[in-house]
T-cell receptor
């Protein structure tokens, strides 16, 4: 059974601080891994896309890493802002269109 | 270029009624995917459609649920005789092509509440 596990389930940090979210997966075969940001009441929006051969990918203050050997990924958020408060979802694509979603990490950035 | 549009954004139905959810993909996208998100759960794939064709409906319950993507007009997800367990957020996504490298763009979702 394909599984995507994320940790922590929820996280509260102060504005300006950094944080790292984790994603472990057992999905096989692996095509690519994506991190999405989902604001409350909205659909997911893609932050980064990484293929098997990529170790790291940045998008502004977001940096994703991938270790395909250990099947782990992380999303690092630098200098957090209040607008970063959202759910961050790790999605692993096996082949074709099959998206395997984690449950997400709920991040709250406080003033 | 407008994003993926879904309507209604919120839908309330009583048990036994029908729910009809609409999705207009991004311009130029002919691939549509429906997902369901139960409270405290991740999104789960339901069905994948191309214009006028259902490609994969393996994630959709065999009873009461149906989907279509006609040649003209939006994609429709229909739930007949709704039950309380159908209460969830239903997201539609679209892509210009299929395949792992093709990003899916999500709509804002329809939140269905069954009383």
């Amino acid at each position: 059974k394909n599984q995507v596990e994320q940790s922590p389930q929820s996280l509260i940090i102060l504005e300006g601080k950094n944080c790292t979210l984790q994603c472990n997966y057992t999905v096989s075969p692996f095509s690519n891994l994506r991190w999405y940001k989902q604001d409350t009441g909205r659909g997911p929006v893609s932050l980064t896309i990484m293929t098997f051969s990529e170790n790291t990918k940045s998008n502004g203050r977001y940096t994703a890493t991938l270790d395909a050997d250990t099947k782990q990924s992380s999303l690092h958020i630098t200098a957090s802002q209040l607008s970063d408060s959202a759910s961050y979802i790790c999605v692993v694509i096996t082949s074709g269109y099959a998206l395997n979603f984690g449950k997400g990490t709920s991040l709250l950035v406080t003033p | 270029n407008a994003g993926v549009m879904q309507n209604p954004r919120h839908l309330v139905r009583r048990r036994g009624q029908e729910a009809r959810l609409r999705c207009s993909p991004m311009k130029g996208h002919s691939h549509v995917y429906w997902y369901r998100q139960l409270p405290e759960e991740g999104l789960k794939f339901m069905v994948y459609l191309q214009k006028e064709n259902i490609i994969d409906e393996s994630g959709m319950p065999k009873e009461r649920f149906s989907a279509e993507f006609p040649k003209e007009g939006p994609s429709i997800l229909r739930i007949q005789q709704v039950v309380r367990g159908d209460s969830a957020a239903y997201f539609c996504a679209s892509s210009p092509v299929s395949g792992g490298a093709s990003e899916q763009f999500f709509g804002p979702g329809t939140r269905l509440t069954v009383l």
